[in-house]
């Protein structure tokens, strides 16, 4: 019995036990089971172990009907209501061609547009109403859209021949496009909020007002504007891209309730990107229409910036409406790729409009430089984090390189005068953020790029490049005195070299036209300065450059003595004395409290130097 007994105890539970325990985990197993059985029915399947000459499967087999076909994807996604869109505007402009009478042309195209978007009106609400297909339904509302918008191109010869009878049309074809989307947005149950409404209606307002207004200019010999009718396009329909702020700004709550099921920014931003997509293309066919003939159309990306502009800022104002971070930073980051579509011939562009532009803009990439500044302003009163630095930089960048403008050339304006207001905008900033090196250096880096602008634009171009420089060494010695950075000690290198280097060539300059005081004098006050500046820092390297001072005066002194001749009136007693006179004091000095000043600073400087790990020949840039 006591063997058994400590058999039980030392070995396996007893068989009543055991029973009990594997019942307790065999009900709390059937429990898990059962709540992840409908999740893991596979994967448990998976895992039984094989039988005697079974294949254990390694996943779950896919059926073959499946697998991603071109068929299932045809079926799936079906792209045959866009395709047969696409076939009927072209089969309609084919037909209205072969007219000879210009109204019939317009209104046999504008009818049968009329016609297949009313069929596709009436698929639409019956496919969402009574099917219930909404992948379809997808397809068709984009369909309705392309039959709307390319109502504008069908009496756009109309325009230049008969303005009034265009303008009949136009607002024709506009309250038909309002109907069919009122009609489509009720009959499907879609409910737009007041200002997606507004936003809709003002795109497709410059879809159908912009052919009149442009036809109405050739119609009445103003090439002019009629040439610069597609640039006017693109910014009007940017302009109207801009009522969509308010919602967008308020995302899924902005969409409302809806029986849709897609969800915000799918819907209803989709439909709005569509028509940018039209606006883009219908911006080089005003081109073709109403531009100069025999010009050549090609692809232009100016065309493109306004609305690319307006959804960057689409962008930045969903990403602060709805606290999205990331969404901002892609704003503010693809901004300056807005450039690029400046740069087309050199910023010249291929719009036929090149005397105009040159007087009202001066370039192509000077607009695209005035798009991108607007751009960095909004986001600024925004308070978008480092858009404000985008603001001096674009002005800069203008100062170097945009072409100033035919219509501000009686007003005096310089290209310094935008260095300068860089400069004036980006104190503010520097102001405000006054314990960073790298502004303060950047901000004088821009005075002195404006010194030098401004004294070229008056042709002092040597007295310009003097102030600069001297700008230029007297800010790296202040900053480099105001901060312990390794930008500071690198700053305070440069400026030692600068200033040794200026010295030398200002006084070799007055020493070569003879005269010898000036020279003499820059020497003195340059080694004033260096040894001023040594003891507010508290640096004894620059005591050495005060030496390379002393020995440039004392080297430019003899030569100009030997040249002279005046070697021979010297009394040379007295100089010997005065020289004995100099080392005296500075035997002195080296015993005072001064030069164990000046070791304290040496110590100090090596101390640094070995802690920054730069020991050895770095020490004497510790110095400086």
């Known amino acids: 019995m006591n063997g058994e007994h400590d058999g039980v105890e030392s070995g396996s539970p007893m068989p009543g036990n055991r029973d009990l325990g594997e019942q307790a985990s065999g009900e709390q197993a059937s429990g898990e089971q059962a709540s992840g059985e409908q999740a893991s029915g596979e994967q448990a399947l998976s895992d039984v172990p094989p039988q005697d000459g079974a294949v254990s499967p390694s996943k779950p087999r896919v059926d073959d009907s499946e697998r ?19 076939l009927v505007i072209y089969g309609l402009q084919g037909w209205a061609v072969r007219g000879e009478d210009l109204w019939l042309k317009s209104a046999s195209m504008a009818g049968g547009l009329v016609a297949y978007t009313l069929l596709m009106m009436v698929t639409c609400i019956a496919v969402v109403r009574w099917g ?10 984009l369909v309705v859209l392309i039959g709307v918008t390319a109502l504008s191109i069908s009496y756009d010869e109309l325009c230049m021949f008969n303005p009034g009878l265009a303008l009949a049309m136009a607002v024709a074809c506009g309250l038909f496009s309002i109907m069919v989307c009122e009609s489509v947005m009720r009959g499907c149950r879609l409910r737009l909020s007041r200002w997606y409404r507004t936003a809709l209606y003002a795109m497709l307002a410059v879809f159908f007002i912009s052919p009149v207004a442009f036809g109405a200019a050739l119609h009445n010999r103003l090439d002019d504007y009629a040439n610069s009718g597609a640039i006017v396009f693109s910014f009007a329909m940017g302009a109207a891209m801009l009522f969509l702020v308010p919602t967008v700004r308020k995302g899924q709550a902005s969409a409302g309730i809806n029986d849709a099921p897609w969800r915000w920014p799918w819907y209803p931003l989709s439909a709005f990107g569509l028509l940018v997509v039209l606006a883009g293309i219908r911006s080089h066919a005003i081109w073709m229409s109403f531009g100069f003939r025999g010009s050549p159309v090609v692809f232009e990306p100016i065309l493109l910036m306004p609305m690319m502009a307006s959804c960057i800022l689409l962008l930045a104002e969903a990403g ?3 606290q999205r971070e990331k969404w901002v930073r892609v704003a503010l980051l693809s901004t300056p790729l807005l450039l690029l579509m400046g740069l087309s011939r050199q910023g010249m562009t291929n719009l036929p409009m090149q005397s105009d532009l040159h007087y009202w803009v001066g370039s192509g990439w000077t607009l695209a430089l005035l798009v991108v500044l607007a751009i960095y302003a909004c986001l600024t009163l925004r308070r978008v984090r480092f858009a404000e630095f985008g603001i001096p930089g674009v002005l800069l960048l203008s100062s170097a ?17 935008l260095a300068a207001a860089a400069v004036l905008v980006s104190l503010s900033m520097v102001l405000r953020h006054r314990d960073s090196d790298w502004l303060w250096s950047l901000w004088a880096a821009m005075v002195t ?8 634009a008056y042709g002092l171009d040597r007295e310009g490049y003097l102030a600069s420089s001297l700008f230029a060494i007297g800010s790296m010695m202040v900053i480099g005195a105001c901060f312990e950075t390794s930008l500071g000690q690198c700053l305070r290198v440069v400026a030692a070299v600068g200033f040794v280097i200026a010295a030398g060539m200002a ?18 006050f340059c080694g004033a300065v260096a040894s001023a500046y040594a003891f507010w820092i508290k640096r004894w390297g620059w005591f050495c450059v005060t030496g390379v001072q002393v020995m440039v005066f004392v080297m430019m002194v003899s030569w100009s003595g030997y040249r002279s001749g005046r070697f021979r009136e010297v009394n040379w007693p007295i100089s010997s004395g005065l020289a004995c006179f100099g080392v005296g004091v500075a035997i002195t000095t080296s015993k005072t409290a001064f030069y164990d000043r000046l070791k304290r600073w040496r110590q100090v400087e090596r101390g640094r130097a070995d802690g920054s790990g730069e020991a050895g020949e770095s020490s004497f840039l510790f110095g400086l």
């Not at 991603?68 to 696409?86: A, D, E, Q």
């Not at 219930?132 to 509302?141: G, L, Y």
């Open 68 to 86: 991603p076909t071109l068929g299932r994807f045809l079926y799936t996604h079906n792209p045959f209501y866009l395709i047969s869109c696409f």
């Open 132 to 141: 219930k297909v909404w992948e379809d339904a997808r397809s068709i509302f």
């Open 320 to 322: 602060l409406g709805q």
């Open 401 to 417: 390189t945009a072409r100033m403008p035919g219509v501000l050339e009686p007003l005096g304006l310089e290209y310094w005068m």
């Open 449 to 456: 790029m404006a010194i030098a602008m401004a004294g070229r």
């Open 507 to 524: 006084s070799y300059r007055w020493e070569r036209i003879g005269d010898v005081s000036s020279a003499v004098l820059v020497l003195l």
